[in-house]
Every structure is written in structure tokens, then in C-alpha cells.
């Protein structure tokens, strides 16, 4: 069973930056593809980025490819979405996920509770 906990999000005006972190525990965190995807009101899940376990692959959702980066610290069993340039649109509860290193979000087997970013124009 792993268990992931978010951080970092909060209000920011537009074209500002803020990072996100995913602490996981009670796992193997380097043996999972890890995840980020957000949800905004009234829309469903969708995927904006996921790394593989080592961290040598990584794909975007086209709406966030180069402004937002995700790495992981798999010493620290963390991993971080550095989020710049941010837009109005990508107000969102932002959820880490853990599973196979794939866009769609049935192939996360855990997920934490979510951390909202709010930017605001």
C-alpha cells in the first residue's frame, strides 16, 4: 500500500510559478510510474504529466508542455511538478498518482488526496 501526500499548491496570479511535491511512503516508491493530474469544477480528471520509474522518460498534456516540469527524487521518494508561466485555465485540485508510467489515469493504482492551485488573472 503506498501512500502519497501533495504540497505546495495555493493562489498565484497569472504568470507566476509554484511547485508541487508528492511524499510517498509505505511502498517502493522507485518501482512505480508516477503521475500528475488535476481536475477543475464541473470538468473530469485529466492528465497533465507523468515521469517513469527512474525518471528518463517523461510526457505532458499538450496544454502544460513547456511550462510545467515534473522530476522525481527517488531518494527522498518524492516527486515534484514545477508549474511556470501559470494561466487561469490550469485552476485545478492537482492529484500524484502512483502506477505504470501511462497517460490514462486507470493505470494509477494510488492517488493522494489533492492540493488546489488557484491562479488568478
Request: glycine content about 12%.
Amino acid at each position: 500500500q503506498v501512500h502519497l501526500v501533495e504540497s505546495g499548491g495555493g493562489l498565484v496570479q497569472a504568470g507566476g510559478s509554484l511547485r508541487l511535491s508528492c511524499l510517498a511512503s509505505g511502498g517502493t516508491f522507485s518501482s512505480y510510474g508516477m503521475g500528475w493530474f488535476r481536475q477543475a469544477p464541473g470538468n473530469e480528471r485529466a492528465f497533465v504529466a507523468t515521469i517513469a520509474w527512474n525518471g528518463s522518460n517523461k510526457y505532458y498534456a499538450d496544454s502544460v508542455k513547456g511550462r510545467f516540469t515534473i522530476s522525481r527524487d527517488n531518494a527522498k521518494n518524492t516527486m515534484y511538478l514545477q508549474m511556470d508561466s501559470l494561466k487561469p485555465e490550469d485552476t485545478a485540485v492537482y492529484y500524484c498518482a502512483a502506477g505504470r508510467f501511462l497517460r490514462q489515469d486507470n493505470a494509477y493504482d494510488y492517488w493522494g488526496q489533492g492540493t488546489q492551485v488557484t491562479v488568478s488573472s
